[in-house]
Nanobody, 118 residues
């Protein structure tokens, strides 16, 4: 069992930056793939970025490539999402997830709200 708690959300102007953190508790963090997803009002949840257990492989949605960076620190049981050049369309609740592979997420956090103003 893994518990995930996101932090770092907030209000930022377009063009600005935020860094989200996801702290994991429970066993086996370093063996899990991790991911960030988001859900905007009235829309379905979508994949943003994923990272494998070692941090050596990452995947990004086309909409965030070149602007967002996912990373992890297994010693701190934490995964990060650095978000640069933010756009109003990045406004959403961002969720952290963990699972046995980047294609399969089992555990979910409760989310943190990111609001980007024009």
């Amino acid at each position: 069992q893994v518990q995930l708690v996101e932090s770092g959300g907030g209000l930022v102007q377009a063009g600005g930056s935020l860094r989200l953190s996801c702290a994991a508790s429970g066993r086996g963090f370093s063996s899990y793939a991790m991911g960030w997803f988001r859900q905007a009002p009235g829309k379905e949840r979508e994949h943003v970025a994923r990272i494998n257990w070692s941090g050596g492989t990452t995947y990004y949605a086309d909409s965030v490539k070149g602007r967002f960076t996912i990373s992890r620190d297994n010693a701190k049981n934490t995964v990060y999402l650095q978000m640069d050049s933010l756009k109003p369309e990045d406004t959403a609740v961002y969720y952290c997830a963990a699972g046995p592979s980047t294609a399969s997420m089992t555990y979910w956090g409760k989310g943190t709200l990111v609001t980007v103003s024009a």
